[in-house]
């Protein structure tokens, strides 16, 4: 007798003193303390089932025969003893093993049908092979002949609260066969029928028995056992009569088994081998999932609310966020972001202030965190053209200028380093300044101008800036420093100094630096620095704390919509608690299960995200047209998204494992 492959004198099952006792915590029926020891339910059954053998086991009710059952189809462990599949001690096997043996040599029916009621009656009869990986086509060919057979040929797609007890009692039939069914293991199949409903299914299991099937009945009706070819008796969790159950009792021909059984070492194999690819089993559980969610639409579209909530503020605040962010930087634009301004105070009657030199120029210039400096010599000017007068602002400064303030030309060029070398006759002209002169659409580009009478060519046209600080900010001509001061004002004091510094956050200590070291080098403390990039540093980063915040409140909505996925997951799992154990007494692993309600957490996540972005791009494109400043992102939005469907995973996993670690027994007991 070897354990690799059963010769036909080895048991199919073959129990050796197996005891079941309930913990005491969970033995609250005073009535069964009186006539057992404490929740002690098998006290010592040893037992051997032959392939294809039909054996009835009959007893009171309380006897043990479900517990007994539970053991026999791997639902359940005894507390002590020894089971052994075809001579192989389940007691080594993982839940997984467990799994693949109820898939694929056992098949339930039970006294309350426990068919999964959102499927129809096919899609129920097919469960037991999705977990077996039959492809979709033949399992859905496999579960419609098995229902016609069984005469539900009719009623395929029919919901099991649309079905009689009868049929519903034959669906579960159906679904035992459904992975061959070597080993029918029937429990009180009819318990919960009429006589005639309950007799049909006993000519049923009649049948199934005749065609080689192992069929195990467990029935507290003598009468119904009586049909059975062998009666085992039990009373208090032991056997008290067995009618036969030697191996001879089995003619060979009967022996042979509905699905042959597989070498042990190829079985072990399989046991742990993929049933299924991924994408199918995944679109398998989205279909479930989806219609999980459709039954429960009213509570789906609640939790879909808050997941739809978070992601659209997520978008839409981090769209107005980044909006009045940019605005604080576009109202500093006009100048450069990082430059700050030196001028010499106004002087009083008492003492009269000096000017600005270029050696404070220099001075400036070779301070730490300064990057470049602009002295700007600045007066009150007429501007001529033919007979056109215009009074505007001139100015006169180095080329630096333009990256120090930001200024760039929108036609023609700048004046160069050469033009201030050569004490040039060059101008570029602000908008203002042009259009008041050259209204008449001359190109302004080498036109000559008198600016205070001192001819001038206009070599190129600053860029628009608008107004800031009241000032139009296109009033003004500039023209190199040298030829200001030697051919307009008269003298090389700059009106003031602009200063770009590198590093933003230094800015302060570089205005302190500033005042310090002209107050040594003039010997009196009368240079003021309009430091505006502290200014628009604290206000920029303020915007960014707000949009940080506005991102934060839309982060805690999103995480409000997980808690709420969370808790409908939770919800799912507790009412599904029998569909858990009716998937698991069919064959399902417990990966098949956590990927089951994993993806029902996804899939809301998912569709609330997608609408939620949908809402959110409405609201981002309502604000825009009501003029509100947004930054539309499209990271934002694919993270948001992101977010959403991770907040599936990750709110969806305790409920799912929870799910996944159920005990079957315990799981199919439940409601
Ligand atoms: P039968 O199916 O023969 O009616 P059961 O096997 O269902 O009997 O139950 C046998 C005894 O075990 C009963 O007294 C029952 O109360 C007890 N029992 C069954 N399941 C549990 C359980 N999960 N926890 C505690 N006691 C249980
Ligand atoms: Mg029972």
Redesign the pocket.
């Known amino acids: 007798m070897t354990r690799e492959v059963p010769a036909a004198g080895v048991p199919l099952i073959e129990l050796q003193d197996i005891r079941k006792s309930?913990g005491p915590a969970?033995?609250e029926?005073t009535d069964?303390a009186e006539s057992?020891p404490p929740?002690m339910?098998l006290r010592g059954i040893s037992l051997k089932l032959f392939a294809g053998e039909f054996v009835a086991i009959v007893?009171a009710?309380?006897?043990?025969?479900?517990?007994?059952m539970h053991i026999l189809g791997c639902l359940d462990r005894p507390s002590s003893g020894r089971y052994l599949f075809e001579g192989e001690d389940v007691a080594g096997f993982d839940a997984d093993a467990l799994a693949w043996l109820r898939r694929e040599a056992f098949g339930f029916v039970f006294q309350g049908y426990h068919l999964v009621p959102t499927e129809s009656a096919r899609e129920n009869v097919e469960i037991p092979a999705l977990y077996a990986g039959m492809p979709e086509a033949e399992r859905r060919v496999r579960a419609t002949a098995l229902l016609e057979r069984l005469a539900m040929g009719a009623r395929l797609d029919h919901r099991p609260s649309q079905l009689s007890g009868g049929q519903q009692q034959r669906v579960a039939i159906a679904r035992a066969l459904m992975n061959g069914g070597r080993i029918i293991l029937a429990d009180e199949p009819t318990g919960a029928l009429d006589s005639q409903s309950g007799a049909e299914v006993m000519k049923l299991l009649n049948e199934l028995a005749d065609a080689g099937h192992t069929v195990i009945l467990i029935t507290h009706d003598r009468n119904v056992a009586a049909q059975a070819r062998r009666v085992i008796e039990i009373r208090d969790g032991q056997i008290v009569a067995d009618s036969g159950g030697a191996p001879s009792a089995i003619s060979a021909s009967t022996a042979a088994p509905a699905a042959p059984a597989a070498p042990a070492a190829s079985r072990r194999n399989a046991r742990h081998a993929p049933q299924a690819s991924l994408a199918a089993d995944l679109h398998e559980a989205a279909r479930a999932a989806w219609r999980v969610m459709w039954s429960n639409r009213f509570r789906t579209g609640l939790t879909l609310l808050g997941i739809v909530i978070g992601v659209a503020s997520v978008i839409a605040m981090l769209a107005v966020g980044s909006g009045s962010q940019q605005q604080v930087m576009a109202q500093f634009e006009t100048f450069g972001v990082r430059t700050m301004f030196v001028a010499a105070r106004e002087g009083s009657v008492r003492a009269p202030g000096a000017p600005l030199t270029l050696a404070d120029v220099d001075t400036v210039r070779g301070l730490a965190n300064v990057e470049a400096v602009a002295p700007y010599i600045e007066d009150r000017v007429v501007v001529r053209r033919g007979n056109v007068d215009h009074a505007s602002e001139g100015g006169g400064t180095t080329v630096g200028f333009a990256h120090v303030l930001g200024w760039g030309v929108s036609e023609g060029l700048m004046f160069e380093e050469a033009d201030e070398q050569r004490v040039a006759k060059v101008a570029v002209i602000g908008q203002t300044v042009r259009r008041a002169l050259f209204a008449d659409g001359t190109d302004p580009i080498g036109q000559d101008v008198l600016i205070d009478k001192v001819p001038f060519q206009v070599v190129g046209v600053l860029a628009a800036k608008g107004t800031s600080d009241g000032e139009d900010q296109d009033d003004r001509v500039v023209v190199p420093f040298s030829a200001a001061a030697a051919r307009l004002f008269g003298h090389q004091n700059p009106t003031w100094i602009g200063v770009q510094v590198r590093d933003m956050e230094q800015a302060t200590q570089t205005a302190e630096a500033i005042e310090t070291e002209l107050a040594a080098r003039r010997r009196v403390r009368d240079v003021r620095v309009w430091n505006r990039v502290e200014a628009i540093r604290v206000q920029s980063a303020t915007a960014r704390a707000m949009t940080m915040m506005l991102g934060l409140i839309a982060a805690i909505s999103l995480v409000v919509g997980g808690i709420g996925v969370m808790n409908v997951m939770l919800m799912t799992v507790r009412e599904r608690t029998r569909e858990v154990g009716i998937r698991m007494a069919t064959g399902a692993r417990q990966t098949d299960i956590l990927r089951q309600f994993m993806t029902e957490a996804v899939l809301v996540t998912s569709v609330g995200g997608t609408v939620g972005v949908a809402v959110g791009l409405f609201i981002v494109a309502a604000l825009m047209l009501a003029g509100v400043p947004v930054v539309f992102s499209l990271l934002a939005s694919i993270g948001a998204f992101g977010c959403a469907v991770l907040t599936g995973l990750v709110f969806g996993f305790m409920p799912a494992r929870n799910a996944a670690r159920l005990d079957p027994?315990?799981a199919l007991?439940s409601q």
């Open positions: 309930y969970s033995s029926s069964d057992l929740a339910v007893g009710s309380g006897s043990g025969k479900s517990t007994l027994v315990v007991a």
